[in-house]
Structure formats: C-alpha cells, structure tokens
DNA sequence: AACATATTGACAATCATTTAACAGAATTGT
DNA sequence: ACAATTCTGTTAAATGATTGTCAATATGTT
C-alpha cells in the first residue's frame, strides 16, 4: 500500500463511490467513464478522476473503469475485506437499534457483544446476544480479539468509558455520544453526532434561499 | 440577517462551539476569549475568529466574548429558537430510537408523529405516539405544520418516499436512509449515512499511522 | 488620567481542494 | 490497418479554507 497522506475530503468520498459502483454491478454494468459517473452522482468527472489517482490508477484509457474491479479496490482500501469484531457498549434504544440492525453483519462488521451499566438490562435478549454487565467489558474485548466498540451511552459517562476501552485495546471508537472523546492519537474515533446534523438542518431551514 | 454566503464548513462547526459554550455557560463562565476557546476547543483561535466574524462581530477587544450572549447568537443562526414540527417516517428499531430519544424535544424539535407502512406496527404506541400507516401521512402533515421529515426506511422505498414527503410540503428531511434523495433544490437534506461513517472508521483501523 | 495589557476584526499569506485543460494511450469503426 | 473517437492520468489554474500578523480598541491598573 503506498499510503502517503490522502486527504480526509477524498477518503470521505470513497463509500458514496462504493455505493454508486455497487448498484452499477447489480445492475450488470461492467464499465463506466469517468463522465458518465460523474452525471450519476452529480460530481464533476475531473473529481472522480482526481480521486482514483490518489490510489493509482484504476482506470484506462479509452475504456473507462471497469466496475466490478474498481468496487473491489474501493472495499480493499476501506478495509472492508477485512473482518472486524466490535461490541456494543451503551443497550439504550441507540444501541439496540444498531445491534437489529443487519446489514453491517454483511460487510463484515460482526457484533460479539453487548453491555450496559445498567443491571436491569442485563441478560436480556438483543438479537440472540445476551447484554452483559460493563464490569465484563475488559475480558471480553480481550478474548474476542475486539477492535471497534460503538459507544452509545449518555454524553456524561463517555469519556471516561472511551478511556477504559482504550485501556482494553480496542482500535477504534465509533462515538455516539454526544461529547469530544480524549483519546490517544494512534486510536481512531468516528464520531456521529446526531445533534449536530440536526441543527444543520436547523440552519438550512432558517437560512433557506427560496 | 445578512445572508450573504456562508461556507458550509463553518455551519457544520457552529454546533460544537454551541455544545462548547453550552458547557461553558453551566459552569457559570461569563465570558471567553478565542485563545482560551481555542485550548479548550483544540482548534486555531484563528479560526474562531474568523468563523464568528461571518455574522458580524460577536467579540469585542480586550474582553473577549461574553459567553451566553455568543451562545443565544448560535442559537438563533442555527434557527434554534424556533419550533420545529417533525414526524418520523418509518417505525423500525432506529425510527424508535430516535422517537425516545427526549433531547431533541429540549432543542425545539417536537415529534408529532411516527408512520409506517408495516399495518403490524400500526397502533404500536412509541412515547405516547401511536404509529399510523403512511396513508394518512399528507393529511397530517398539512393539518400539523410539520416541516421535517425523519426518513428512517430502508433504501428501497426511500427515494419514493422522499417525492410525497415533498408534495406533502415539509420543508427539510432528514434522511438516514442510505441513498440519495433526488428533490428540489430549496427542499433541505441532511444525510445521516451510518454505513459510510462507519466505513470511514474502518479505513481508519487499517491505514493507521501506528 | 495615563499607561500597560488583552484581545478582537481585518487583511495578507499560506495551504488545500477543486476544476479545467490537454497530451497520450486504448478502443472503435470503416 | 488507419483514422476518428473516447477516455484517462497529469499538470496547471482557479477557487476556497485556514492560519498568521498587526493596527485599533477596549479593559484593567496605578
């Protein structure tokens, strides 16, 4: 992998790309230029070019893209042919919502567990996996080799809980809370705050050109 | 309010500095400047200068910001002064989620409804809302002035739903699921793509620098 | 009241990203 | 087999975003 540093803007474009590529093979398209991608996903084509540079070269000349290899690359460098363990740390309505939710499983992110502080919610039942008291959380990430924890607890607990699961190993923090974590540069934090995006919703509202 | 045209990168910064000043505000701090901001922020005071001088000087010399004052003024950019009517359209495990999840309600954001097209979950009452079936979806819309959408379906329907969504005349949707709306141009979308954020984690654990 | 200090707003400089342009390579059609 | 066409990869230009600097202005102190 020559893994010089390729910019956030780019890497944050990669998935839609995927996602585009992927309907463009189900539909059975085996190649696309550049401008007929571009028209698509309503980009421009020299964008589109620009990006797959970054990763040398998937195209050719006078043919395009072929599709099916250039969806490969794309899930090579996002790491999706990789497997990944993660568990779940927060089984309030968010986190059950994700753990129901199937179609992560299908690109390989695989829920080994649930936990809660919360001893009313243990044991209980989220789509055959049984939630577990956060007291377990260390062995557990240990033992099953966990790289990801998706942290779905109050804002107010958070931070703290980041810092334990650091301290268990995990890699990478998918952060639901609605706080900055304060983690170690080597860690990787992706956060969603739901707030935030709907405020800019907010703003677009307010701020209409009409 | 002189709208000229504000970059999005600065709007899609205003919520972290409200959720900052928030914070500050709780903790009985009056006022700040944008170099103690900045250490508490981790980014340039530079910055924050620059970003609150799109809205015409909030800050004054050798005081700084008064907090509260800048954290009304935030407020009321983003439109969170206002009341905002919303209804969730699609009752699954992350619809449900977000229907309990109460702060939004705290910000101005009122759940009026929640719809699904399943006649199983029809009844099926969430936070003392019952679920309706999507047919009486525009009836409700025009007879609660509701301007925001929640789409929380799965991608297929999506798109479809999205056009009567508009027809209906909400003014914004909040589309979580994972495809691209294709509506008018003054018809406001905030994507929520967990899939591509979770994506952009994974590339993250394997390109880590180490 | 005068001076030292703090701190913004504005501008300039730097850095990053996006778009445009085009040479050159592969493909297609005749 | 040759010419016309289609496209990429690459380089250059344009645009946009961030950071650094400093005069101007307020505050705080003596």
């Known amino acids: ?47 589109i070019r620009q990006d797959f540079n970054n990763f040398c070269g998937f195209g050719q000349q006078g043919y395009g893209y072929n599709v099916e290899y ?10 999706l042919n990789e497997k990944h363990n993660l568990v779940i740390v927060g089984a309030g309505n968010l986190g059950q919502a994700l753990a129901n939710y199937m179609n992560f499983e299908r690109r390989g992110f695989l829920i080994k567990g649930i936990f809660d502080n919360n001893p009313g919610l243990c044991g209980k039942d989220v789509r055959g ?4 008291h956060v007291d377990k959380l260390e062995e557990f990430i240990k033992k099953n080799d966990v790289d990801i924890a ?25 952060n639901f809370a609605h706080v900055d974590l304060n983690v170690p540069d080597n860690i990787v934090v992706e956060n969603v705050h739901l707030s935030d995006s709907l405020m800019k919703l907010s703003y677009g509202i307010v701020n209409k050109k009409q």
Do not use: F
């Open 70 to 79: 250039l969806y490969n690359e794309i899930a090579k460098i996002l790491g």
């Open 1 to 47: 992998m020559d893994d010089k540093n390729i910019s956030q803007a780019v890497i944050a474009r990669l998935p839609r790309y995927y996602r585009y590529l992927g309907d463009l093979k189900d539909n059975g398209i085996e190649r696309i230029s550049s401008q007929d991608l571009s028209k698509l996903m309503k980009v421009t084509a020299s964008q």
């Open 150 to 174: 998706v942290l779905t607890i109050p804002k107010e607990g958070a931070v703290k809980t980041a810092e334990v699961l650091v301290k268990c190993g995990v890699k990478a923090i998918w």
């Open 129 to 132: 996996i049984g939630v577990q």
